[in-house]
């Protein structure tokens, strides 16, 4: 195996096809060439070197969607150091949980997050990004790529956590380009002419690929923003900078289309991708009729790094997950670990492909939980395959209802509650009744300027769906628990029916 650096590839290699003058970022305004970017990965791993990070220590970043973020992310890498990103919306206690269970050596941090450091120790304490003058590297040259391949350990993910603590996901160099070579370039196609603006941030898998693997693997821009994103502040984004590609997750597409913006807005969009959170059929009907342009909802995870299941530009059954993207494999499995082969019959999705990451870091019980032989990775997602070869998403294993003794998908309840025109977001969950019997309940959130009426919601519900799927109790709440990516922390919503 030859020497491979996966930072190498994403900037020295656009300079070397001669798109040093293209601008890579769009920031607040500002412009940043692919040139002045290579001169900032150098300058950042100047400062690793000054601060003793060797080829292996972990690098944790508290960094907003900026610059510096690329600069650090890729200046660890090429190093042969692995860089941690951590969510920007982590707590300070939650911060230095990750850091000591990664290790890391160093915490790089934006200077808006420097107060919620206090707790995280690291040996070779922290750069704050905004408050640290990097004028002393201004006159250093080149910085060496480390001798890597591309099987190196490159960076590690911190899963989002929709069933309790994140366990480090651990990937390689080889991890960032499959990425860009199946996803971006057979499904959307992209080139130096693609505008990237992704609603999701670079700290996790989603975001890193929309806005920075797959526009710099084709010396494209990205367009950044450092602010936590709002329907209102991403609009403005849209209308100053003409994305050509549109990334969100399903929550922040009911937002927009509860915002009811100008469909002009979105004219120079060619496609909107979804994922995070499987897209309900009306939304993804309401958004691709609305805006004139094609939605594209799909499933990837930390452990496969994007994107694996997807509708496409010629190809799109709203509500489904697509069919696998070439270069993976798919599979549904019983109770008993037998394939399921017979068409819409629920299966646990497993899924085998270039990007699936080598597993948790310290966490060997749980790595043989769900990276299995042969390459194959156990989602834990509950899907069904059509006829025809469409995927749709029932839930999650732990959040499959077992109502009547029948099984219940979550999602096609909530697919069902959000065509009501009072509801603009829904979570279905299990709980128990006083006889100890599991049943349906759900948590909607009202559209702007409505009401929900749970009287009128039940008699939706009954006209759309069986007497056993729909929710014998229903809570109007102001928003639902998310991660970062967008999922909905459906053990919150559970515990809360004990504590209320």
Not at 148 to 173: C, I, N, Q
Not at 345 to 363: C, E, K, T
Request: charged share 20%; hydrophobic share 40%; proline share 6%.
């Amino acid at each position: 195996m030859g020497k491979y650096n996966a930072a190498e590839w994403l900037v020295d290699r656009n300079l070397d096809l001669g798109r040093g003058g293209r601008v890579a970022i769009r920031c607040q305004g500002e412009s940043f060439t692919y040139a002045q970017m290579q001169r900032e990965v150098f300058r950042a791993q100047h400062a690793l070197v000054d601060r003793g990070i060797q080829p292996g220590d972990r690098v944790a970043m508290l960094v907003n969607d900026e610059p510096g973020f690329v600069a650090f992310f890729l200046g660890a890498m090429r190093s042969g150091a692995i860089p941690v990103p951590l969510s920007t919306m982590l707590t300070g206690p939650d911060i230095a949980a990750i850091v000591d269970d990664s290790q890391a050596s160093l915490l790089v941090a934006s200077a808006e997050h420097a107060d919620r450091l206090a707790d995280a120790r690291t040996p070779s304490g922290a750069i704050t990004i905004g408050l640290d003058s990097w004028d002393i590297y201004d006159d250093r040259s080149d910085a060496p790529v480390a001798d890597t391949d591309e099987s190196s350990p490159a960076f590690w993910l911190y899963s989002s956590g929709t069933t309790g603590s994140p366990k480090g996901v651990m990937h390689r160099h080889a991890s960032l380009a499959a990425t860009a070579d199946t996803y971006a370039r057979t499904i959307l196609a992209t080139s130096e002419h693609d505008r990237f603006l992704s609603v999701a941030k670079l700290f996790f898998a989603y975001g890193l690929g929309n806005s920075l693997t797959f526009p710099f693997a084709v010396g494209a821009t990205t367009i950044l923003d450092p602010a936590r994103p709002t329907p209102p502040g991403v609009l403005q984004l849209v209308a100053d900078e003409q994305p050509t590609l549109f990334f969100a997750s399903p929550g922040f597409v009911a937002a927009i289309l509860d915002a009811a913006p100008d469909p002009a807005l979105f004219a120079s969009v060619r496609a909107t991708v979804t994922a995070g959170e499987s897209l309900p059929g009306d939304l993804h009907r309401r958004f691709a009729h609305g805006f004139g342009h094609d939605v594209l909802d799909g499933i990837g995870t930390t452990e496969a790094l994007h994107i694996f299941l997807t509708n496409r530009i010629n190809d799109q059954v709203a509500g489904s997950s697509g069919k696998p993207v070439a270069g993976y494999e798919a599979k549904l499995l019983d109770d008993m670990g037998a394939a399921v082969t017979e068409p819409d019959v629920p299966g646990y999705l497993h899924v085998r492909g270039p990007s699936i990451a080598d597993g948790y870091w310290q966490r060997p019980k749980e790595s043989a939980a769900s990276f299995l032989d042969g390459g194959w990775l156990r989602t834990g997602d509950v899907y069904t395959r059509s006829a025809d070869g469409h995927w749709t998403f029932l839930g999650r294993n732990n959040d499959m209802i077992k109502a009547g003794g029948i099984w219940v998908s979550p999602a096609e309840v909530e697919s069902v509650l959000i065509e009501h025109p009072d509801v603009l977001e829904a979570a279905v969950v299990g709980a128990r009744n006083e006889a100890g019997l599991e049943q349906t309940v759900a948590f909607v959130v009202a559209r702007a300027g409505h009401t929900v009426d749970p009287v009128e919601i039940d008699r939706h519900c009954r006209s759309r769906i069986a007497a056993f799927k729909r929710p014998r109790r229903l809570f109007v709440v102001d928003e639902l628990p998310k991660t970062a990516t967008g999922k909905i922390r459906r053990f919150e919503l559970r515990d809360s029916l004990f504590t209320d």
